[in-house]
């Protein structure tokens, strides 16, 4: 069906159901008034289109990465938003958790809060990451570190001076 037809399909449907511009009982006759108010359309040089709605396309879920295995570099700075997982481990009575970083073995220390959300960097590889904590169901905390990118620069702490 061309869009002309479609056009004078939907006006006829809206005259029939409009009461302002009186009883069009018949079909025909709703069919010849949308065809005029077309046809005076086409003469004044507007064009009759129909507007395709488009949805956003819904991002692919990320890709998870279990604690127990690992991953290169090449591999998160390409991959941003994955979602690496890693375990921690904490000391009797602290409030702290120890967790290893995803691309390399260097440990950080974070509070143990479960509603944590923190930016983390890796100085030596270059990655940056947003780190969550997890409750596990062993009553522990997970380590959920979602990659951001690779960092271009990274300012590392200067080496202590040693007094001669």
């Not at 290169?72 to 120890?98: F, K, P, W, Y």
Request: glycine share 6%; proline share 5%; net charge negative.
């Amino acid at each position: 069906m061309s869009t002309w037809a479609e056009a004078g399909r939907v006006l006829a449907d809206e005259l029939e159901r409009s009461e302002a511009l009186g009883p069009f009982a018949e079909e025909d006759s709703r069919l010849r008034m949308a065809d005029q108010l077309l046809q005076a359309l086409d003469a004044r040089q507007y064009t009759v289109t129909k507007r395709i709605m488009r949805t956003e396309p819904t991002p692919p879920p990320a890709t998870v990465v279990s604690a127990s295995r690992s991953v290169t570099v090449g591999d998160l700075c390409s991959n941003a938003g994955m979602i690496v997982q890693r375990h921690t481990t904490q000391e009797e009575g602290s409030d702290h958790v120890e967790t290893e970083l995803p691309c390399c073995i260097r440990r950080i220390t974070v509070p143990a809060d479960s509603d944590l959300e923190v930016d983390v960097v890796c100085p030596f590889d270059r990655v940056r990451y947003t780190l969550r904590l997890a409750e596990e169901w062993d009553g522990g905390l997970l380590a959920c570190f979602e990659v951001g990118g690779e960092v271009l620069m990274v300012k590392r702490r200067p080496a202590k001076r040693r007094a001669w």
